[in-house]
């Protein structure tokens, strides 16, 4: 009992220490067992730091209903604003809802809720980002001065979810006119369902038809990561300029590093650090300054939000040693400048 | 002696034969018991005794051989085939739940309901097993104590007292008792024998297991003796010593 | 009868233990944070113990016949797919819907029932094949997508009647029901015999294959009405709910005196072992503690909690 007494001490001195007169925002991130939402917490806080409010983060441990209860707790624990980066788009439909009814400024980041009323939605654009890869792709087969026409593997993510429609609906958009001009055949267009291992299998049965290729670009880094090892256990070259070209999509450790070594030429990063750093500014900004997002702002379609995108770097041979600096170093938030 | 030997028996097992596995724990074992009449069943560790009477109790059904009660052929499905044709059991290793009371433990598997007969959602009727359970302790001359207390709670002797009382409850015909003294001291020892006594002036049969052959000697009217699966010797208790029922259960000259 | 034996009498199911932590807990909470005793927050905290204590009450049954269930989560998954599919996809009227999702619960449970007392599989190998497949069939049904968006008197379901949560009113009358059955029926008292001496329960007679089927398939009910609940509350059933929820039910259970060997215990107590789960996460959230020192509070004190449960046990013998 006395020990059961000298915890929940503890805890009161802990309450204490945080209870101050700053805004309190609360910041629900779906998971921290995933590397990229301790980053997008950690920007939280350092913005909670950098303005002086009071941040709050809540780990829902993927389920939807904990975060659902969390946010309740929140709500009658009387908290300024929230950021939410939902377990889920629709589940949490109904906390937003409450926080809604309770006058409580909502603000989604990374990933949207479906309905309630939001502030806005700060992401990164699936679509956009994946633009922004397969044009970097194109560049360095320009550079390498391929022989036309350019011969590429597309492998997809896991039919069906939002970031592999999204990513699949970016390449697209840059590979469609070329695809139509005849300087781009796709040699293959399949789904490696973000799956090392999966990547290396699809890679494989592909070259066991033809090693004519010239360049692979992924939905995600696993499966380019697959495909790597699958294409050097074929004994083919990889790299620029004159191995086959591969283009991931994340920028983990692993591709980063695998960028470093030539191996890649490069990998899409977002930045959840400025994702969460700007949901805090954000809310802070709202709370303290009227900050609403600016005229203008365009509307993310999937989901009717207002919507702030954040950057998104292509992580080449050329900038990789800046990478963490860059997408560590928050621009100016749309409408404070 | 017991009453009634002389006619058909009550019960009748032929030709019993089990195996596990590769164990052949009963070879073809004859056995009988008349009303009134307390045979006791002697035999080595492993001979077979607790395997015979499973089978006579329902526990488990013959491999081969069947079973007669007054003559006609039966099957045991179950223990409760068998308690319908009035054979109780009291099993070596204590079959008391522990985490029960002492009415429950009685009434255990036919409690009395209050309203639902005899569904598994019929509510208990508590009170009148508490008040049965205090009747049927009172008649057999058991004090138990408070018999609120779970079964865990109770003493060796005790436990004894309550598993046997639950046999009696609902007046068998035949009661089979496997080891019922081996986990008592000599003055609760006393009263199960009188116990069993008691039983043959009530005309019930019954089967007495123990190791302790002065105890059996002391109660039974007929004795028989297992060995390593066969029956090696069915004899009037008059009829044999001590020492000549040591001499057939482990074997050596004579069987 | 002196104070002690009466305690003693009455702490025979482990009720006492729970009662006083969660007493406990509630005391330090309401005099931790003034936001605890609102009525928004007492409303929050029923509605959040509704489908944890649900999923313990199935929980606690099994485990008090000496076996244990893992797929209750899952079970859960699957029931509530159900349930949003068929009125979603297939248009069907919700009573007939949610009797679809009860009746996958049921049947969930009927085959761990079958695999445990008839092919005598052990109950944790059992039910964690059934996790799997509850689990995959959940996933092959809505094609991994989440299904949501139901109409209003569905979500009903989740509002309130007068000022107490639906949710916890129907988790509340599923308790009284079951408590009811388990200390005043043949079924309850088989229960507990099963758990105490499986072996001696099934030579007095008693069919314990049928005691355990219907233990497997109340505990499967119970995981399909927290589907539904988990539906109705995020007006959303999506094919990872419930994951790991089936620890947080035994950890309810155990918390609330029901022993791990079976025959111990009782729904009162695993009601009061939910209560101080919830509480818990409850206050450290009002508190406003990050999630990092959340984990270290909530398994410093589930540990306190459990060291005192067992000390509390030795010397109440
Ligand atoms: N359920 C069982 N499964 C496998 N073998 C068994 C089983 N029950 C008994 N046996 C075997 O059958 C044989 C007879 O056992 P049984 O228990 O009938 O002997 P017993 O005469 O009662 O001995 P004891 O005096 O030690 O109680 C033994 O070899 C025993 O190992
Ligand atoms: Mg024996």
Redesign the pocket.
């Known amino acids: 009992m006395k020990r059961l007494i000298a915890v929940l001490g503890t805890v009161l001195l802990l309450g204490a220490l945080v209870w101050a007169e700053a805004p309190t925002i609360a910041v629900f991130i779906s998971t921290l067992k995933n590397p990229y939402f301790v980053t997008l917490a950690d920007g939280a806080k350092a913005a909670g730091e950098e303005f002086g409010a009071e941040v709050v983060i809540y780990d829902a441990q993927d389920d939807a209903a904990l975060q659902l209860s969390q946010v309740e707790d929140a709500i009658a624990a009387g908290v300024d604003a929230i950021c939410i980066n939902p377990v889920h788009t629709e589940a949490l439909i109904p906390a937003v809802e409450k926080a809604n009814e309770a006058g409580i400024p909502v603000f989604s980041v990374d990933r949207d809720v479906l309905g309630g009323e939001r502030v806005c939605y700060i992401g990164t654009s699936n679509v956009l980002a994946a633009e922004q890869g397969a044009a970097t792709l194109i560049r360095y087969l320009a550079l390498a001065k391929r022989e036309l026409p350019w011969r590429i593997v597309i492998l997809e993510g896991i039919p069906g979810a939002s970031a592999a429609v999204e990513r699949e609906e970016g390449f697209k958009n840059v590979f469609k006119p070329l695809i139509d001009g005849g300087a781009i055949e796709v040699v293959a267009d399949l789904t490696a369902y973000f799956d090392r291992a999966k990547g290396y299998q699809v890679m494989s049965d592909i070259l066991a038809t033809t090693t004519d290729i010239d360049a692979v670009i992924a939905a995600n880094d696993e499966m380019i990561l697959g495909a790597l090892e699958a294409i050097k256990a074929a004994g083919l070259k990889v790299g620029f300029p004159d191995g086959i070209l591969l283009m991931g999509f994340d920028a983990i450790d692993d591709a980063v590093a695998a960028v470093k070594t030539g191996e890649l030429v490069g990998t899409v990063a977002q930045a959840p650090y400025i994702q969460g750093y700007w949901g805090v500014e954000a809310a802070y900004r709202y709370l303290v300054e009227g900050w609403r997002p600016p005229e203008g702002t365009a509307i993310y379609p999937p989901t009717g939000a207002l919507f702030i995108p954040t950057p998104v770097a292509v992580v080449t041979a050329e900038n990789v040693d800046q990478v963490a600096q860059i997408t560590r170093t928050p621009p100016p938030l749309p409408g404070t400048e | 002696m017991g009453g009634g030997n002389g006619g058909r028996p009550w019960v009748e097992m032929r030709g019993i034969h089990k195996w596990?596995?590769g164990?052949h724990?009963l070879k073809g074992v004859d056995f009988h018991v008349h009303r009134g009449e307390v045979v006791g069943l002697i035999?080595?560790?492993?001979?077979?005794?607790?395997?015979?009477i499973k089978i006579l109790s329902g526990v488990f059904p013959p491999d081969k051989g069947e079973i007669l009660i007054e003559g006609r052929r039966v099957r045991f499905r179950s223990p409760k085939d068998a308690k319908e044709y009035g054979i109780e059991t009291v099993y070596?290793e204590l079959a008391l739940v522990d985490n029960l009371d002492v009415p429950a433990n009685i009434f255990l598997g036919r409690e009395p309901a209050l309203v639902g007969g005899r569904g598994l959602f019929a509510l208990l009727h508590k009170g009148r097993m508490l008040r049965e359970a205090r009747a049927l302790l009172e008649r057999l001359k058991v004090n138990i104590g408070d018999l609120t207390s779970l079964a865990g709670e109770l003493s060796g002797g005790q436990r004894q007292t309550v598993a046997i009382a639950r046999a009696l409850y609902t007046e068998p015909k035949l009661l089979i008792m496997?080891?019922p003294t081996a986990a008592l001291a000599v003055q609760e020892t006393r009263k199960v024998l009188d116990l069993v006594r008691k039983l043959r002036e009530r005309d019930i049969g019954v089967v007495f297991i123990s190791?302790t052959l002065q105890e059996v000697f002391a109660v039974a009217d007929r004795i028989v003796i297992?060995r390593k699966?066969e029956k090696v010797g069915d004899l009037p208790a008059a009829a044999l010593t001590v020492d000549e029922a040591v001499k057939l259960m482990v074997g050596g000259e004579g069987a | 009868m002196d104070i002690k034996a009466w305690l003693k009498r009455i702490n025979r199911n482990r009720v006492l233990f729970p009662l006083g932590a969660l007493a406990l807990l509630v005391i330090v909470a309401a005099s931790l944070s003034p936001h605890f005793l609102t009525p928004m927050n007492i409303k929050n905290v029923l509605s959040q113990v509704s489908i944890i204590a649900i999923l313990a009450a199935g929980e606690a049954c099994v485990i008090l016949t000496g076996g244990i269930d893992l797929s209750v989560g899952a079970v859960l998954a699957i029931s509530g797919s159900i349930t949003a599919v068929l009125m979603k996809w297939v248009g069907a009227a919700i009573p007939l819907a949610i009797l679809g999702g009860l009746g996958a619960g049921a049947l969930a449970g009927a085959l761990n029932g079958l695999m445990v007392a008839w092919v005598r599989i052990p109950s944790f190998i059992a039910t964690l094949a059934m996790m799997a497949v509850a689990r995959g069939g959940t996933l092959v049904l809505t094609n991994g997508r989440p299904v949501s968006g139901f109409l209003k008197s569905f979500r009903a379901i989740a509002g309130y009647a007068g000022p107490l949560p639906l949710l916890f009113l129907i988790t509340f009358g599923v308790y009284v029901l079951w408590q009811l059955a388990l200390s005043h029926t043949r079924f309850g008292r088989y229960v507990y015999a099963v758990g105490g001496n499986e072996t001696g329960t099934r030579f007095v007679g008693v069919n314990v294959r049928r005691v355990k089927l219907l233990v497997f398939i109340l505990a499967g009910l119970c995981a399909a009405i927290g589907g539904i609940m988990l539906d109705a509350r995020l007006n959303a059933a999506y094919p990872t709910a419930g994951e790991g929820y089936e620890l947080d039910a035994i950890a309810a259970a155990v918390l609330g005196g029901v022993s791990l060997s079976g025959g111990v215990g009782s729904l009162v107590g695993t009601f009061f072992g939910a209560l101080v789960m919830t509480v818990l996460g409850n206050i450290l959230n009002l508190l406003k503690v990050g999630a990092f020192y959340q984990y270290i509070a909530k398994g410093l004190i589930l540990a306190v909690a459990a060291i005192s449960l067992s000390r509390g046990i030795k010397f109440a013998k």
């Open positions: 596990f596995g164990v724990a035999g080595d560790n492993g001979a077979g005794k607790s395997t015979l070596q496997d080891e190791h297992l699966g």
